[in-house]
Every structure is written in structure tokens, then in C-alpha cells.
């Protein structure tokens, strides 16, 4: 009598092992532009997560707040409490460094959802557009045609005036983030679906498709059973260079005062407070969070320019 074969445990090491050895891994140990860019991202996005853990203060906290600590220059003791903050204070006497914890985590989250938003909203119109044709892909198009022809940033305004005019006023500061990510989500849903549609109207042709159209396979599993995982190289790096321009829009309308409400302030509401004080002497207040928007956007984008020669078969 012989024993029943024992199972093999799946492990990830043969995965990981698979990867690290693949193209992709490869151009990125080739890239040093990336590898920075990698960890600068990876620093800036789990301090912002754990911002609780990591900031040294509350700044969004009254009780935590001595407005005898305002205006304190970085590294300096202030003149009446004796305390030192290591990026400043500003006029509230909030830690700017905490501030700026508290403002990625708003940034990045807006940045995250409205790039994921786009993604899929994007995504189905593309397929439909490129799988369907006829009329449903003629209004599709001319409507994405339309959009192109204004600022992504003024549609995203328009947009996010219109919604936050349906807003109860009530309720406007507790949905203003959610009214900032839909409004940045609507303006940069164009670019995944134009992208989608002709990645779908080459893989539509091909033998595969035909075969599950033979045998009676429904054009929505078609799309995203065969067709949708050969489109997804695109969308990737233009979704990795939408999280960078996302976080810009963000910020450019906080700047403006027509983003995050004053109660949950980004990276764009704090260069916004500090600009007004610019001029006065305390440059701090606007210097580190602007850097910090530059470094992570930065970043970001030369993740994605990376990722964009790494997935094109000509540049190999």
C-alpha cells in the first residue's frame, strides 16, 4: 500500500523569485532614476499613513494648540514658550512639519481615488467604445473630443462648482472631499478611454476573440475576460503619471481655495495660508510643503515615465 501524495504548499518565493528575475525588475535595477523614486514615494507615502503615529503634534486638534508658538522659525526655541519645532510654526502656532503629515495623507488619498475613479469609468467607456463601434462609440468619442478641448483643471472646476452647488450647505464640508475626487476623476477619464478603445479595436480582430464569439461567449465577458487583460500594459502608466497630475490638480485647486475645506487642509490649502505670509519673513511656512508637493509629484512622474519604457517592446 502506498502513501497518498502530499500536496505542495504554494509558497511565494518561486513568484518572487519569477519577478525579480523578469524584464520589468531588470529595467528597474538598471534604473537609478527609479530606484529613487521608488523609495522617495515609499517614505512619503507611509508617513503619510502612519501621520498618527509619526507627527510629533495634532495640528488639527485645538486643545493641542499655543497660539504663543506662532510664527516659530525652524530649529529655533520660540521666544515665550521656549519650545522648538524642526520645520516651524505657523501663524496658529501649528507644527508645519505635522501639518504637512496630515496634508499628504488628504493629498494622496484625493490623488488615489480620483485616478482610481477615472480608471474605471475610462476603462468601461473605452471597451464599450472600441467593442460596440457604431453610434455608441461616436457619442463616446466626441464627447471625450469635446472635453479635451477645455484645461483639465477648469473642467474639474466647473465640475466641482456644479456638484457642491447640489451639496446641502450643511453637508458641504463633510462631501467636499468626496465632491474634489469625483470633479478631478471627471476631468481625466478621457486619456483611459482613448487609449482603451485602441488597444480594443486591434485585440477585437484578432483569433481569440473570434473563437469566443463562436462560441457563445457574451460580449461582457469578452471584454473582461480576453480583451481587457491585453489592454492593461497602457493604462498603467498612464494611470502612474495621473497620480502625479491628480495630486497637482489638487493642490492647484486647494490653492484656490475651491478644494479641501480649511477643517481637513492638503498640501495645497497649507501653500495656500503660506503664501499670504511670504512676503513678511516667514518663508517656511510656504517653503517645506511646496517642496514636499514637488518631491512627491516628482517622484511620481519619473516612476511613470520609467514604467512607460519599460513596458514598450520597441525601447528593449
Not at 463633510?174 to 478611454?193: E, H, K, P, R, Y
Amino acid at each position: 500500500m502506498t502513501d497518498a501524495p502530499v500536496p505542495r504548499r504554494r509558497t511565494l518565493a518561486p513568484r518572487l523569485t519569477a519577478f525579480w528575475q523578469s524584464d520589468l525588475a531588470w529595467s528597474f535595477r538598471r534604473s537609478p532614476v527609479a530606484m529613487v523614486s521608488l523609495i522617495v514615494v515609499s517614505i512619503l507615502t507611509v508617513s503619510a499613513v502612519f501621520a498618527p503615529l509619526i507627527a510629533p503634534h495634532d495640528p488639527f486638534n485645538p486643545a493641542t494648540l499655543n497660539l504663543m508658538n506662532g510664527f516659530t522659525a525652524p530649529m529655533t526655541p520660540n521666544a515665550f514658550t521656549g519650545e522648538s519645532f524642526w520645520l516651524g510654526t505657523d501663524d496658529q502656532g501649528r507644527d508645519v512639519f505635522s501639518t504637512i503629515l496630515y496634508g499628504m495623507r488628504i493629498s494622496l488619498f484625493v490623488g488615489f481615488s480620483a485616478v482610481l475613479f477615472a480608471m474605471v469609468l475610462g476603462i468601461t467607456l473605452g471597451l464599450v467604445a472600441g467593442y460596440v463601434g457604431g453610434w455608441t462609440e461616436t457619442i463616446i468619442m466626441r464627447v471625450a473630443d469635446v472635453q479635451l478641448t477645455f484645461p483639465a483643471i477648469l473642467v474639474a472646476m466647473l465640475i466641482f462648482g456644479i456638484a457642491k452647488g447640489f451639496t446641502p450647505v450643511e453637508y458641504r464640508d463633510q462631501m467636499a472631499i468626496w465632491v474634489l475626487i469625483l470633479a478631478i476623476g471627471l476631468s481625466d477619464w478621457v486619456q483611459f478611454a482613448r487609449v482603451v478603445r485602441g488597444a480594443t479595436l486591434v485585440e477585437k480582430g484578432k483569433e481569440y476573440v473570434q473563437a469566443a464569439q463562436l462560441i457563445g461567449r457574451s460580449s461582457p465577458a469578452i471584454m473582461l475576460r480576453h480583451i481587457l487583460p491585453n489592454v492593461l500594459s497602457p493604462v498603467l502608466v498612464i494611470a502612474t503619471i495621473s497620480l502625479a497630475l491628480a495630486i497637482i490638480a489638487e493642490a492647484t485647486l486647494s490653492f484656490l481655495g475651491v478644494g479641501a475645506p480649511p477643517t481637513q487642509p492638503s498640501l495645497g490649502t497649507l501653500i495656500r495660508i503660506g503664501q499670504g505670509f511670504l512676503f513678511s519673513g516667514e518663508w517656511w511656512i510656504l517653503f517645506f510643503p511646496a517642496c514636499t508637493l514637488l518631491a512627491l509629484a516628482l517622484s511620481v512622474n519619473l516612476l511613470g515615465d520609467w514604467l512607460r519604457d519599460a513596458l514598450n517592446p520597441k525601447l528593449r
